[in-house]
């Protein structure tokens, strides 16, 4: 008797992590660009970028309970890594990559044990400074960044010495989908482990964890790191795929998009970054296509809309969805 | 001193001119349950804060054991066996109650920072954590997020969290707080019935359950211990029918 009750509450945590069929479909229709929209591959990868971004945020944002209006900082600092990279004469992306990965997670190390102290609107407006003091740093040294005209001069090599990097998006599609693919990946792993169920506690109540024993600072600065990495991951591939960087991949927009991206989706949901990387980026092409100067109003309306129908963003209503059509049958 | 699992020697605190702890003197021997009684301010909650860490004292020492923990932060003094339970339901809402136990279980056996493993993969803690939930009653709605349990069952997750660090010493901040009188008595059964190597000190204002279930009684007023003795002496004792008792009942 006892093998069978204490098998049991194994067996719920492992159908609480097991894919599930939308899962396996979702990633199958990453693909439809390919056959569908072949003219729109460089839209598709800049969304698959933004997911990988937002993807980031939610590991923090909807894990941790992490908010941060200064993202932006290390998606800018794995952008110019990447970018300097190239530019200094070694094109190679995927070491590129790397190297650019592991310059946003020393920064997102370091800066860890600022955020790690701090809470609520006090991390607000420390997250929002740090991503305003780098952004500004990296305008005034325009002889490293180029400034305002952006950095000229990158130049990538071919992917695996086969694919170059076309004017269709073909190659930067494959690579950003690959990237986001296996981050999300690792993601996922992360949020089933133990560690992730860490960070729903501090997530749920940022008080009791210490009185259960929890390091929440040292488990707050181990996702911030974290990331930190990815974020630079999604700014280099950026960086490797548009060759060039702008500042306004540190700037504050950047930060606030992702943010609205990862709500809209819904945050703490995994797939909620994903999902409002497409809408958003989707909506802002074809509203930008119907009125270029307005569109952020669209957004807006988008936006508020979701707050107030959809309090848990898309996905969160899909999912209520889902419940109440099971209990009706 | 060597002798108790948890003492506390000339604990100073106060609030600008509000003294909330004076020279509170302290020994909690291992394996008694000792209760914690004072009317409404008298600086009951504030002794735990203290004690636990999360408030620091301006003055005094705290001992667990024979080690001093007052330099120690608050999730320290849980790893060498010091913790506490909330007043006011301090809990994980969205967690089911399998996870929350599992989580503080995880934290103990030190596998809360692996982050490649699968949940599932620890076994050995998530069938601690269902033994606990099992000995507290709450197995059978152990896979429920904890918002939608009832509320006595949430005040034993609340034990049941604290359980799971394997303390030394409990501290319970009015464990039965809000919860009916005859499910009360129930709690307190629980609580009288945990294993003997662990020092229990309970904070509660129903008399009945703290002369039923405590072998000593500590007397707090004004932020000092006031007296302890056994449940017979304070109930003999005037002072104590002044400050405390009287008062409770014209209330």
Not at chain 1, 211 to 221: E, S, V
Not at chain 2, 79 to 100: D, M
Not at chain 2, 141 to 156: D, F, H, N, V, W
Not at chain 2, 162 to 172: D, E, S
Request: net charge positive.
């Amino acid at each position: 008797m006892t093998s069978a009750a204490v098998a049991e509450p194994q067996r719920y945590l492992e159908t609480q992590i097991r894919w599930r069929p939308v899962e396996i479909a979702f990633w199958l229709a990453t693909l439809l660009p390919f056959v569908l929209t072949p003219n729109y591959l460089v839209l598709a990868s800049q969304i698959a970028i933004t997911a990988l971004f937002a993807l980031s945020l939610d590991l923090i944002l909807g894990y941790a309970g992490i908010v941060s209006l200064g993202h932006a900082a290390y998606f800018g600092f794995g952008s110019y890594t990447a970018g300097l990279i190239a530019k200094w004469g070694w094109g190679e992306p995927l070491t590129g990559l790397v190297i650019a990965a592991a310059a946003a997670g020393v920064l997102g190390y370091l800066t860890s044990f600022i955020i790690a102290r701090f809470r609520h609107l006090a991390l607000i407006m420390i997250t929002l400074g740090l991503g305003l003091l780098l952004a500004e740093a990296a305008n005034s040294a325009s002889w490293l960044t180029g400034g305002a005209d952006g950095l000229q001069g990158v130049r990538m090599w071919k992917l695996f010495g086969v694919f170059q990097f076309d004017l269709y998006g073909t190659t930067a599609y494959t690579y950003a989908l690959a990237v986001l693919f296996v981050c999300f990946l690792v993601a996922r792993r992360l949020i089933n482990s133990p560690f992730g169920l860490a960070l729903r506690g501090i997530r749920e109540n940022a008080i009791r964890m210490p009185a259960i024993g929890a390091p929440t600072r040292a488990h707050i600065r181990k996702v911030y790191t974290i990331a930190a990495v990815m974020a630079g991951v999604a700014g280099a591939l950026l960086a490797q795929t548009t060759e060039t960087v702008s500042l306004e991949t540190l700037s504050f927009a950047r930060s606030a998009d992702v943010l609205v991206i990862l709500i809209l989706g819904g945050a703490g949901r995994l797939y909620g970054g994903l999902v409002g990387a497409i809408i958003y980026m989707v909506a802002r092409d074809q509203f930008s296509g119907i009125n270029p100067q307005y569109w952020y109003f669209w957004i807006g309306t988008l936006l508020v809309a979701v707050v107030i129908f959809l309090p848990n963003g898309v996905l969160g209503g899909a999912a209520r969805l889902v419940r109440l059509g099971r209990s009706r049958a | 001193m060597s002798t108790s699992a948890l003492s506390t020697r000339g604990l100073d605190k106060s609030f600008g001119s509000l003294v909330v702890a004076s020279d509170i003197e302290l020994d909690l021997p291992p394996g008694e349950r000792y209760a914690l009684i004072g009317p409404n301010g008298a600086g009951k909650t504030t002794l735990i804060n203290l004690i636990t860490g999360m408030l620091k004292p301006d003055k005094g020492q705290i001992f667990l054991g024979a080690d001093e923990i007052t330099m120690l932060r608050p999730e320290e003094r849980v790893k060498c066996g010091l913790v506490r339970t909330f007043q006011i339901n301090t809990l994980f809402p969205h967690l089911s109650a399998l996870e929350a136990v599992t989580l503080a279980v995880c934290e103990r056996r030190g596998y809360a920072g692996s982050w490649w493993e699968k949940l599932p993969a620890y076994g050995d803690a998530i069938e601690e954590a269902y033994a606990i939930l099992l000995s507290l009653r709450l197995a059978a709605s152990c896979y429920r997020p904890t918002r939608e349990l009832a509320y006595g069952q949430q005040r034993l997750l609340e034990i049941a969290l604290a359980l799971a660090t394997k303390p030394k010493v409990l501290l319970l901040d009015e464990p039965a707080a809000g919860v009916p009188q005859q499910e009360s008595a129930e709690l307190f059964s629980v609580i009288a019935g945990l294993s003997q190597e662990i020092a229990v000190l309970f904070i509660e204002h129903d008399m009945n359950v703290v002369f039923r279930f405590a072998h000593r009684i500590i007397v707090m007023a004004a932020g000092r211990i006031l007296l302890q003795g056994t449940p017979k002496e304070i109930a003999a004792d005037a002072r104590v029918r002044e400050v405390y008792l009287g008062r409770a009942r014209h209330g």
